[in-house]
């Protein structure tokens, strides 16, 4: 027996009934638990995530709830494209908008500024030298499913669909094992290229590079200086 029907058979009825492919039906409901602040997972060119409306703190609360994750950590939001990152007001620093029109769609986050009228509730405030700073995370993902489901649910809020500490899912099953019925609807794509994480960058005006690597993943650390540096001798 295989390893995702051997995940399958340990899933209540339930919980292998909010399981479904990916057609624009299902779309259209994820869309409207999206909408009125329920949890979905989907998946990525990654693993697979869970993921709600980024403008709803009850709905993001119930990620952190349903993954046993202290609110203090944050939570990326998945983008359609980067043509949206005003109507969050949100904006890349200049080295990080280079970076993100080479590697995106794909495994990389980088860390964008927000003004202090954004919608989300995902922000993350920095303070230094008595003022704050708003941040947020971003993912344009490589993902053809997960396109088709943010064109329906436009940015999401998401985060890996595991309990916090355990390994990220590759499938819909694991995924569906790890949250249960804390999740309204999973859709299912398949295996994802799993399980490293997308790489994620911060603007940083102290480095030589200016970038600080937090958290290396897909993308290497090296690939991604070695992109600047060949940038900065074209010019």
């Not at 995106?104 to 003004?115: C, H, N, Q, R, V």
Request: with cysteine; charged share 15%; proline share 8%.
């Amino acid at each position: 027996m295989s390893e995702q029907n051997e995940n399958s058979t340990t899933l209540s009825d339930e919980v292998r009934q909010r399981i479904v492919p990916i057609t624009d039906e299902t779309c259209q409901r994820a869309r409207d638990i999206v909408q009125h602040g329920g949890l979905i997972v989907v998946p990525t060119d990654t693993v697979y995530g869970v993921a709600c409306d980024p403008t709803n703190d009850a709905a993001v609360e119930s990620i952190f709830r349903a993954k046993h994750r202290a609110r203090a950590k944050t939570l990326q939001i998945l983008l359609p494209n980067l043509t949206v990152l005003s109507h969050f007001g949100l904006h890349l620093p200049p080295v990080l908008d280079q970076l993100s029109h080479i590697l995106l769609p794909g495994g990389f986050s980088p860390i964008a500024l927000a003004d202090p009228s954004s919608p989300l509730v995902t922000l993350r405030k920095v303070e230094s030298n008595g003022s704050t700073t708003l941040t947020q995370a971003i993912r344009v993902p490589d993902s053809q499913p997960l396109t088709h489901i943010l064109a329906w649910t436009g940015t999401v809020a998401a985060t890996s669909a595991n309990i916090s500490g355990q390994p990220s899912p590759s499938s819909v099953q694991q995924a569906a094992q790890a949250l249960g019925l804390s999740v309204d609807l999973y859709l299912n794509a398949g295996p994802t290229p799993g399980p490293v994480a997308s790489t994620v960058v911060e603007a940083d005006p102290h480095d030589p590079d200016g970038i600080t690597i937090i958290r290396e993943g897909v993308i290497s650390a090296a690939h991604i200086r070695s992109l600047l540096f060949h940038h900065s001798e074209s010019l």
